[in-house]
């Protein structure tokens, strides 16, 4: 950890992801001297390439704006580098190496032919019109397009950049490079996209807590659950947790969050939808809509709850929410955003040996139907729902299997262990058979 705080200054965010992996990885490697020989997880933590840019556009007044482009090029050892872009004003090259660090062992957990990558921009979405992030995303591909490629880099879309986002920025890669490639995943049904692909990483992160929930013999049926945030995630993490029987009480945004005793389902769950297209950046307006109470400036974990699931940011659950939770007397935690709990909310749910799934292995089912996107773009040929859904239960499923076999020791299984472990042996293995590149 020393090398890499003082390789990397100041990137506080990675310096958190890459400590809750050495912590874990370290007595395993340890056990086996092949990967601390070759300096695997020395060589891990370094990225292969990381490319910035300027993105300068213009906006509706005339006005010239400038922001900062990234794209993290992290591990191809495994396949094309594949992982998000990040549009939002906390985007920094710390948030980025982060994210593209997780990512690596997340895709490989997925079962799935994909190296680990990340980008964005510190583009503030918030008030912009469609014309503007139009601008902004040819922009952003301007550059970013000699970088990419279906066999190369394939981004995809996290916080700020959803379906139109992904059309405007696979408009631009079209029109610069004359190709209809897979060259982006979360691309529209009608033109190359997954069905199932929206919904995939909230559906993924509830059919992960469910198998969590399996080995105690229960499931979310009768429970009450608590979710943050209202963008995509959240939404696909509110219809599965529902449709198997949960009430879920919580969504929040910057603003606060809401709760309803009644449960948000049905046509609350499609106005999520319309909350997240005004580009507005709150939640409050539910309250009003549904008649129900708003608290402004607070996090939904203070709810008395049987489930929560933190699906909005990073660190937006931390060591006092996570004694509040526990007080209460909740039983499990599935992060569908990547990190949101804090290393010291991370170890009070395993002290009190409360099911908790950390976001790599959880959140996965987003970058697993981006896997099968590819899949089907490389086949010419596209699955129905059902096809891609079963997939994608069976790739929890196999994660879960997977966190099981590395991370249980006597009763009770650390999922961040078991995460990071099997997530990286098979990385480490493909960089050893591949030589000193
Ligand atoms: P969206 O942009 O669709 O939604 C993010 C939501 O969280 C927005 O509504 C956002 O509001 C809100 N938000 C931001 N900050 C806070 C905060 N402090 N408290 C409460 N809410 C907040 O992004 P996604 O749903 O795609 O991403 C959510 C999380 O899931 C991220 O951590 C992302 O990395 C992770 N993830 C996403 C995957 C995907 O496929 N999309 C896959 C795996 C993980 P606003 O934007 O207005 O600030
Ligand atoms: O964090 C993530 O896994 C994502 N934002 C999805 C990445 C992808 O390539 O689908």
């Known amino acids: 950890m020393d090398g890499v705080i003082a390789n990397n200054p100041g990137e506080k965010e990675f310096h958190q992801a890459v400590l809750e992996v050495a912590e874990k990885l370290i007595p395993f490697i340890e056990e086996n001297p092949q990967y601390s020989k070759l300096k695997i997880l020395e060589r891990?933590?370094?990225?292969?390439?990381?490319?910035?840019?300027?993105v300068p556009w213009q906006d509706d007044a005339g006005e010239v704006q400038i922001n900062k482009g990234y794209r993290v090029e992290y591990n191809s050892a495994i396949g094309p580098y594949k992982g998000g872009l990040r549009f939002h004003p906390s985007v920094t090259l710390s948030i980025l190496k982060f994210l593209g660090f997780e990512q690596i062992l997340k895709n490989s957990l997925t079962t799935l032919p994909m190296g680990g990558g990340k980008g964005g921009s510190n583009f503030n979405p918030k008030g912009k019109s469609d014309n503007e992030i139009m601008r902004f995303c040819q922009s952003f591909m301007s550059e970013l397009y000699r970088h990419i490629g279906p066999n190369t880099d394939v981004p995809a879309?996290?916080?700020?950049?959803?379906?139109?986002?992904?059309?405007?920025?696979?408009g631009q890669y079209k029109k610069l490079k004359n190709e209809?490639?897979?060259?982006l995943t979360g691309k529209g049904r009608e033109w190359g996209g997954s069905l199932m692909r929206p919904e995939a990483t909230g559906f993924g992160n509830v059919y992960f807590a469910q198998e969590m929930l399996a080995t105690k013999g229960d499931s979310f049926k009768g429970k009450t659950v608590a979710i943050s945030g209202?963008?995509?995630?959240?939404?696909?993490?509110?219809i599965k947790a529902t449709e198997l029987g949960g009430k879920v009480v919580t969504i929040s945004g910057p603003d606060g969050y809401i709760y309803d005793p009644n449960g948000i389902s049905g046509e609350k769950i499609e106005y999520m939808l319309e909350l997240r297209a005004t580009n507005n950046d709150v939640v409050a307006p539910y309250a009003e809509e549904f008649d129900v109470e708003f608290f402004p400036n607070k996090r939904p974990w203070e709810q008395k709850v049987d489930i929560a699931l933190p699906c909005a940011i990073q660190n937006e659950l931390n060591a006092d929410d996570a004694k509040k939770l526990v007080a209460n007397g909740v039983m499990c935690v599935s992060e569908g955003a990547n990190m949101p709990c804090t290393p010291e909310a991370i170890e009070l749910f395993q002290e009190a040996k409360i099911l908790y799934g950390p976001g790599k292995a959880a959140n996965a089912g987003g970058v697993a139907v981006s896997g099968l996107e590819m899949s089907q773009n490389s086949l010419r040929f596209s699955w129905t729902a059902e096809e891609v859904d079963q997939k994608l239960q069976r790739i929890m499923k196999d994660i879960h299997a997977s966190c099981i076999k590395y991370g249980t020791d006597g009763e009770y299984t650390d999922y961040v262990k078991g995460a990071n472990i099997a997530g990286f042996v098979k990385v480490a293995d493909a960089m050893i058979a591949q030589g000193l590149v």
């Open 157 to 170: 879309g996290d916080i700020g950049v959803g379906g139109k986002e992904i059309g405007f920025l696979f």
């Open 44 to 54: 891990l933590v370094e990225p292969e390439r990381v490319i910035m840019f300027r």
């Open 180 to 183: 209809f490639t897979g060259i």
């Open 230 to 238: 209202f963008g995509n995630v959240s939404w696909g993490a509110a």
